[in-house]
């Protein structure tokens, strides 16, 4: 598997295609004119040799070499640090970088028998014959084609490794672009070389020869835009898959072929493909439907059920402990210690059992409840039921730290008996703290808002940390802490009926922190 392209590997490529773009035409051009026998070695020396020939492309090609990769900066940066640079940015810069390398390029070829000819006046044996400066140009002409066409598709390629980095969202350059730069500049290399040879040959160029050259360079132009309209109809059904605005919400039906060739049967493929999902997909809705009828119906069976059974079981509970009590208060002088035990156990167990019973129909409420969302003052409220549940437990030195100012948009109710639990929880598994410290307050995590309650109580094993919030399940014995392990259960069905998330923090016997946010 090929290793991702870095910053620096891509910006010295970079440099290295551009670096060869400006000294492979000299070298090219010059070679040529002597084998057309327009200038000979001597003179070609002479030009090189002098002063104006030598700074033009030292000049140019400094400025290249420094000018465009600098542009590119950006991308070599984003490579090494995609999250710290933005990537618009780079899409925008890779979009842009062939027309600036184009114009400089095409500067640099076009202008170069300019200097060519004020060297080889000045500085060589050279005569000049104004034909000549056309000879240059088709030598321009054909430098620039040979030279510049496969560099830049190599700088594409190059391009096309930055990719895999990239939400592409448009083309950069379409196949189109790419097949008419072939279809029209290849025939057009062509002629000029031809004509080129025939001049170096003959001596002459009369008119009709450039009537044909010219005819011929339009005809290839006109040749390469049918097929590029062959390309774009091969293409166009494709389109559909990337156009964002097409609003379709059957792509299948609207992806036919258009034409005969590889994209024809990869339209066709697509087709098939999109036509066999799009009846999965609705296979699924189909099941997804059922399946969801199926689970309402069976929730409110057990809704109906939870609610029967409750209830049914309240009366004989409420006799157990009634008739226990009557025991208790009327009978138990004639009890031993241990008979009075035995009814005492059976009263706590049947006071237990009506918690449990109404902590599961409070539970199980959660799931009918409609949210009626609206701004709560935290601060206040968590105030309001420290008071209540700190005047039960006056015996006890609790200090609270609230942060004041913390509001939330949630259920009123619901987040009501959600910190409840929470601060009940907190007082609980302080209890043998004789210096009971909780804490409310905000912090940032992540780059979020988390909501905290922390105490320095029991806490506990944080590799027990994923039963916290199941019910029924205890981290610590009965005996040590009371409660029915209902209270947590409650408190993340609120939390995730408001679409939030709550996790916790603690270590044994320095207390634990949970963290919230709806």
């Not at 990869?266 to 809705?285: A, G, P, S, V």
């Not at 007082?427 to 979020?448: P, Q």
Request: hydrophobic share 45%; proline share 4%.
């Amino acid at each position: 598997m090929e290793q991702p392209l870095t910053g620096k590997q891509f910006y010295n490529r970079l440099r290295y295609l551009i670096l060869t773009s400006w000294v492979v035409p000299p070298v090219f051009g010059f070679s040529s004119l002597v084998y057309i026998n327009m200038f000979t070695s001597r003179e070609v020396v002479d030009i090189l040799s002098s002063p104006i020939e030598l700074l033009y492309i030292v000049i140019w090609i400094a400025l290249a070499v420094w000018y465009l990769p600098y542009r590119l900066k950006p991308v070599s940066l984003f490579l090494d640090m995609p999250a710290r640079h933005d990537e618009n940015r780079v899409q925008d810069l890779l979009r842009s970088f062939p027309v600036y390398f184009w114009a400089a390029f095409l500067f640099y070829v076009l202008l170069a028998p300019a200097s060519v000819i004020l060297s080889a006046m000045g500085y060589s044996d050279y005569v000049f014959n104004p034909v000549d400066w056309l000879r240059l140009h088709l030598m321009a002409l054909i430098v620039s084609i040979i030279v510049g066409l496969p560099l830049f598709f190599l700088i594409l390629n190059l391009f096309g490794k930055v990719a895999p980095r990239l939400q592409l969202k448009k083309p950069h350059i379409r196949l189109k672009s790419k097949v008419f730069l072939i279809g029209a500049l290849m025939p057009l290399l062509i002629d000029t070389m031809l004509v080129q040879y025939y001049w170096s040959r003959t001596g002459y160029f009369t008119r009709e020869t450039f009537f044909v050259w010219l005819t011929l360079e339009i005809l290839a132009i006109c040749g390469s835009l049918i097929f590029v309209r062959s390309i774009g109809q091969s293409l166009s059904p494709l389109q559909t898959l990337i156009d964002k605005d097409s609003g379709m919400s059957h792509l299948g039906a609207a992806l036919i072929p258009k034409s005969t060739d590889e994209l024809g049967v990869i339209t066709y493929d697509y087709h098939q493909m999109l036509e066999e999902l799009d009846t999965h997909r609705h296979e699924l809705e189909v099941q997804v439907d059922k399946r969801t009828q199926e689970l309402t119906t069976i929730n409110m069976e057990l809704e109906s059920f939870a609610y029967s059974v409750s209830h049914d079981l309240r009366a004989p509970l409420r006799s157990i402990n009634g008739f226990a009590h009557i025991l208790f208060e009327n009978y138990a002088r004639e009890l031993d210690e241990e008979g009075r035990d035995y009814l005492q156990r059976i009263m706590d167990s049947s006071a237990r059992m009506s918690q449990i019973i109404d902590g599961l129909l409070n539970l199980s409420r959660m799931t009918r409840t409609s949210l009626k969302l609206e701004k709560v003052d935290l601060s206040a409220m968590v105030a309001e039921i420290l008071k209540t549940q700190k005047a039960n437990k006056s015996e006890r030195l609790i200090e609270t730290r609230v942060l004041p100012g913390l509001t939330i948009t949630a259920d009123k109710n619901l987040i009501h008996i959600m910190l409840e639990n929470l601060l009940s929880n907190a007082l609980k598994f302080t209890a043998y703290k004789k210096h009971t410290i909780i804490e409310v307050g905000m912090t940032e995590k992540e780059g979020e808002p988390w909501f905290y309650i922390s105490d320095n109580g029991a806490g506990f094993e944080m590799r027990f940390a994923d039963k916290l919030f199941q019910a029924f399940q205890r981290l610590h014995p009965q005996y040590e802490f009371e409660g029915i392990g209902i209270g947590l259960a409650t408190v993340k069905r609120i939390v995730n009926l408001h679409g939030g998330k709550i996790w916790a923090e603690a270590k044994p016997d320095e207390g634990a922190t949970f963290y919230f946010r709806l």
